[in-house]
């Protein structure tokens, strides 16, 4: 095993259904001899695949944090074939918070691998996710949705790959999970610092969520993150019995590409959006508006869309800085592509 400081109340080659915490060491004036409690389960029965849940790699993305607490209390050893880990509250200093980043280093953990084993807070974390829990995993699932800032279309969503059979493997199980909208990112936020990086370099498939935002918990799109992910982990091969008899309803499938999917804010300012979630857009047409309080007689700056596309993703808060995300796009897919290589 790969050395890590933080230690493991819960033993992953145990059968049976346990909770317990991993042990993040943190000497504070506080507390000289602390350390920091990441919640995590481990419900394993018998021979089979490992897959690897995860939430809260974020700390105000709400949605799969209650998913994965919800499933970690209902799964019971009967269930699993196989074993299936549950870390609900990856950054956990930063879900305490309600915060996109740890309140105690600033840090994005999604933003931070492959960690150390010796930094931060968030380095520690993302260093024991990388070199401890994805060896063993077989899939890792990230539920992710918009956080405080943005919103979403519920969607799900794989990274780019050249690697044929896994992107087909992966696709089966975006069509399984069933969500509104499922894309390829080409250019994927946090490039090599993401889990998604991080699960590539250990060669395990994953595929991720953006489940609603907005920094709420919404029913509709709860629902979609509990019935696909139960979907999911039975055709993963890891539960005894399905826990949803639904039919994954029909995706979309999408591609989010390069850099002109995305609006931004020109300047700083109050942000009026001119399209709602879901429209159909052109290129050049207008996105949005920035006002300005402090001289409210000068027009306000316009942004607009750089290319065509459905309008997955758009800001939340009013308030705005040059620089912040206003809307991402995605456009279909290509029916019959036999690889995404040309989708960025």
């Not at 933080?6 to 504070?28: C, M, N």
């Not at 807070?121 to 070199?131: G, R």
Request: charged share 20%.
């Amino acid at each position: 095993m790969s050395r890590t400081r933080i230690a493991s109340e819960v033993d992953f080659d145990k059968e049976g259904k346990q909770h317990g915490f991993l042990r993040l060491p943190h000497s504070t004036h506080r507390s000289a001899y602390g350390w920091i409690p990441i919640p995590i389960s481990c419900i394993r029965r018998g021979e089979g695949p490992t897959v690897l849940l995860i939430s809260g790699n974020h700390g105000d993305e709400y949605e799969g944090q209650v998913a994965l607490m919800k499933l970690s209390r209902r799964l019971e050893p009967a269930d699993v074939s196989g074993r299936i880990i549950i870390l609900s509250a990856a950054n956990f200093p930063a879900a305490i918070a309600g915060e996109r980043t740890s309140p105690i280093d600033d840090g994005n953990l999604n933003r931070s691998f492959p960690g150390n084993p010796d930094g931060s807070v968030t380095q520690m974390i993302a260093h024991y996710i990388e070199t401890v829990l994805l060896p063993k995993a077989d899939l890792a699932i990230d539920v992710h949705s918009g956080g405080s800032s943005l919103m979403y279309i519920p969607s799900a969503l794989i990274r780019r790959t050249d690697d044929a059979e896994r992107l087909a493997k992966l696709k089966k199980l975006l069509a399984l999970f069933g969500a509104p909208i499922s894309f390829v990112f080409a250019m994927p936020q946090g490039e090599d610092r993401t889990l998604s990086a991080a699960a590539n370099r250990a060669g395990v498939a994953l595929f991720g969520t953006e489940i609603g935002g907005g920094g709420t918990v919404q029913p509709h799109a709860l629902r979609i993150a509990e019935t696909g992910l139960a979907r999911v982990l039975m055709a993963a091969g890891v539960l005894a019995r399905a826990l949803t008899d639904e039919p994954a309803p029909k995706t979309r499938f999408m591609q989010v590409g390069g850099a002109d999917y995305y609006v931004y804010a020109p300047e700083s300012g109050l942000f009026e959006p001119l399209v709602e979630l879901g429209a159909e857009v052109k290129a050049g047409d207008v996105a949005g508006a920035i006002h300005f309080p402090a001289t409210p007689w000068r027009e306000p700056a316009l942004a607009s869309f750089a290319r065509a596309g459905l309008v997955i993703c758009r800001r939340v808060p009013g308030r705005s800085e040059r620089g912040d995300c206003l809307f991402h796009l995605a456009t279909d897919m290509a029916v019959g592509r036999a690889s995404n290589r040309a989708e960025g």
